[in-house]
């Protein structure tokens, strides 16, 4: 008996509909991206090792799929590291190329790659998948989309603020209330480890911090313990785990709380000038929460960092985030070149969206009409309907079998479709079409002209 096909874990296969859900939604990703003045790019789906490794922390390297050189790879290691079973050193002898772990890093090299044809400030926008060795769980995969927009060249804190307002738009337009956008910046991290005296710990320090959603308040203690941050550093954070009130109670705690710091004071400053202006500017449908525990565990953020919560109506992580890189081109040779993005978690605003029973009900039917076939001659005629109704910009097909008409209707319900037209010999002697609407049983005989007027409304 043959093995029952399957695919591994942590992907996932796409039927028609669910397709149709995601391009909804990317396409309203896309058109506001395309409405904030971002322009498309597209990279590899896989990169040189070294362009990957060592730009996402410790936890992000062991994270990326390396891809094994071809052929007898083995012959070409390094036999040394192969006795001593060191897989570290191995894999870089046996693995010259890996899948990409998200689209910044690979637009970094893009940018350095192409800096003699852009125009700075560069603003572009990705939609690619992406690949982590990650544990499968709810909202977690292997293979998954992201969704991403950036501005390099430019270190204006008014790209911070466009940003803020793009997520917004995005889900305004996808009407996905209670989002909350939530604010910090690495130099208020970078200021709390110096005030503590764990300057030489910075990215120990913001690693733990970041799980604090995930292992609370003891967790994350006993991993900063762990990493060699002393009882006294701790103590001296444990304000940031109540830290409350109104955005402006929150700056002026912040502000004496590092007063000591200069990058520290830098990061307020910063922090003050975004909320000013998204509370000047207003949002239509997020929230503004400015949360100093927020670290997000990547080591390129130099300045805000954002990250997006679903409503707490829905079990589910971050559905997007990004921040300011102030020197990530620097690591390909390109100094001074400051940049600023944010990214959108597709497969997870799509789980919510689904949840919350947000898609419109268009987008579930693949087709906006179906014809019945009831033979030869009336399959000719009606093709002849199609194809003007698809030059109309309708979506139309015939059923392709003449088979009985019960059939090719509960067809019809099965996917959706909200119009069965039924042209038989009567029909076509008088150059009718019998249009049903399957939703309300409402049936009429219609000329071609008002046939397509009921299809576009």
């Known amino acids: 008996m043959a093995q029952k096909p399957a695919i591994p874990k942590g992907t996932r296969d796409f039927s028609p509909a669910e397709i149709s859900k995601r391009q909804y939604i990317i396409n309203k990703i896309k058109s506001n991206f395309e409405k904030f003045g971002f322009g498309p790019i597209e990279t590899p789906s896989f990169e040189n090792s070294e362009t990957l490794m060592g730009k996402y922390g410790e936890e992000g390297d062991r994270l990326i799929f390396r891809i094994l050189n071809s052929g007898d790879f083995l012959a070409k290691s390094d036999h040394t590291h192969l006795d001593n079973r060191d897989s570290l050193k191995l894999a870089s002898s046996i693995s010259e190329k890996a899948l990409r772990y998200d689209l910044t890093v690979p637009f970094a090299r893009y940018v350095v790659q192409h800096r003699n044809d852009i125009e700075f400030p560069f603003k572009r926008y990705q939609i690619q998948p992406v690949w982590r060795a990650d544990r499968p769980q709810k909202g977690r995969f292997r293979e998954f989309y992201q969704c991403d927009a950036d501005i390099v060249g430019s ?4 790209q911070e603020v466009e940003l803020i307002q793009l997520y917004d738009a995005v889900f305004t337009d996808l009407k996905l209330a209670g989002v909350k956008i939530k604010l910090n910046n690495r130099k208020i991290l970078s200021g709390i480890a110096d ?17 604090l959603d995930k292992i609370g308040e ?9 990493k060699g941050i002393s009882h006294a550093a701790i103590e001296k954070v444990q304000p940031l785990f109540s830290f409350s009130g109104s955005t402006d109670d929150k700056l002026e705690k912040l502000a004496e709380m590092l007063a000591s710091s ?16 998204i509370a ?8 503004l929460d400015l949360d100093v525990t927020l670290a997000r565990g990547l080591n390129y953020y130099t300045g805000a960092i954002l990250e997006v919560a679903a409503p707490e109506t829905v079990s589910m992580g971050s559905i997007g985030g990004g921040g300011r890189y ?14 600023v993005g944010v990214s959108f978690g597709l497969d997870r605003i799509y789980l919510v969206v689904e949840e919350l029973g947000l898609f419109p009900k268009e987008v579930m039917s693949s087709s906006d009409v179906i014809f019945v076939n009831f033979g030869e001659s009336e399959s000719v005629y009606a093709l002849q309907a199609i194809k003007k109704l698809r030059q109309s910009g309708i979506k139309a097909e015939l059923y392709p079998d003449q088979v009985k008409t019960g059939k090719q209707l509960q067809y019809a319900s099965n996917r959706r479709i909200p119009f069965v037209v039924m042209a038989g010999s009567q029909e076509m002697s008088e150059g009718k079409f019998a249009v049903k609407n399957l939703e309300t049983g409402e049936q009429s005989a219609v000329d071609f002209n008002e046939l397509t007027t009921i299809l576009k409304k």
Request: charged letters at 30%; one cysteine or more; a negative charge.
């Open 155 to 158: 270190d204006s804190l008014w």
């Open 195 to 211: 005030v503590i005296g764990a300057a030489d710990r910075l990215i120990d320090f913001t690693v733990a911090l970041d799980k």
């Open 218 to 226: 003891d967790g994350v203690k006993k991993e900063m313990l762990e």
């Open 262 to 277: 200069e990058v520290g004071m830098k990061g307020v400053e910063e922090l003050r000038f975004i909320c000013s202006k």
């Open 280 to 287: 000047q500017l207003q949002l239509d449908t997020c929230a």
């Open 326 to 339: 102030d020197d990530l081109t620097g690591i390909f040779g390109l100094k001074n070149m400051s940049g």
